[in-house]
């Protein structure tokens, strides 16, 4: 009898600024929207969540976050 064993790939989370000042800033998880919310803390506060989320299903998160001069800073779980 042979063990099926279940892994999951690595899960991209961005985290991308406002494309306008008045805009809100989106979490997309593996090219997918997942929200938009109203300041950078609350997206980074969703995408930790979600993040966690995929760690406890057994898979591995990488966050990015888009900074102001459009440069990307990335946080591996």
């Not at 995929?54 to 998160?61: C, D």
């Not at 990015?64 to 001069?69: L, Q, V």
Request: net charge negative; charged share 30%; no cysteine.
């Amino acid at each position: 009898m042979s063990e099926h064993v279940s892994t999951l790939s690595e899960v991209v989370i961005y985290i991308a600024a406002p494309a306008t000042v008045r805009g809100r800033w989106r979490v997309r998880s593996d090219g997918r929207p997942e929200k938009e919310v109203e300041s950078e803390h609350a997206a980074v506060a969703f995408a930790a969540e979600h993040a966690r989320m995929i760690e406890n299903a057994g898979g591995v998160a990488i966050v990015k976050i888009e900074r102001a001069d459009g440069s990307w800073e990335t946080f591996r779980t």
